[in-house]
């Protein structure tokens, strides 16, 4: 089983409408869960990132960590085509390494 | 705030062939530093992160190699390029604080023929 798994996807929703981005993990030893946006032939950029369970909402963005089930969220309201892009999620064990999951692919039509 | 560089932007290289892919990080010292591959579908790859100068820890055995001159210079390099070397190079910097948040470069997109 691998450590962090996403569906990649591709998802295509209609503006306006709620976006939900997931990712399962398996190592207990993940404390900070984080997700990044890629624009097409670009850097990732960090978007969110949560250290407890629980919600954290940012603008149009909410994120959501369940540590007992190993399950994190990253909500999107009122989606816009900008928002279209890859949604990686990454989860780090203090250990200098982030484990990432291979991505969401998102579009957004108007 | 820190800005990464990377250079450069696009390349395209036969089979065999070196590859030098420089890095370089600006507004922050001491950092960590990371070269990671992603390729269609498979998500990014970690190749070698570094936690100081002249210190390189490798992820995957491969035909790549990275080296840490200075303090914010991070250089991914291969003596003989392979086909399955093609993706796209992300270098990334970490400042130390509490939790590993990664700043990426624009990437380096290599095709090799």
């Known amino acids: 089983q691998k450590e962090v798994e996403q569906d990649p996807g591709p998802l295509s929703v209609p503006e306006g409408a709620i976006v939900s981005l997931n990712c399962t993990y398996s190592n207990s030893a993940f404390q900070y869960f984080m997700w990044y946006r890629q624009y097409s032939r670009k850097g990732p950029e960090l978007l969110m990132y949560?250290?407890?369970?629980g919600n954290k909402e940012d603008g149009r963005f909410t994120a959501q960590v369940d540590k007992s089930s190993k399950y994190i969220s990253l909500f999107i309201r009122d989606s816009q085509p900008s928002d279209s892009a890859t949604y990686l999620c990454a989860m780090d064990d203090s250990n200098y390494k982030l484990t990432f999951g291979k991505g969401t692919l998102l579009t957004v039509n108007p | 705030s820190q800005t990464i560089h990377q250079w450069p932007a696009t390349l395209v290289q036969p089979v065999g062939s070196p590859l030098s892919l420089e890095c370089t990080v600006e507004?922050?010292?001491?950092?960590?530093l990371y070269w990671y591959r992603q390729a269609a579908g498979r998500g990014l790859q970690l190749l070698f992160y570094s936690v100081g100068i002249g210190q390189i820890s490798s992820e995957v055995p491969q035909n790549l190699s990275a080296s840490r001159p200075q303090d914010r210079q991070f250089i991914l390099s291969s003596k003989k390029l392979l086909l399955s070397d093609s993706g796209f190079y992300l270098c990334a910097s970490v400042v130390k604080t509490s939790y590993n948040e990664q700043f990426f470069g624009p990437g380096t997109r290599l095709t090799v023929l």
């Open positions: 507004g922050t010292s001491n950092p960590n």
């Open positions: 949560t250290y407890s369970s």
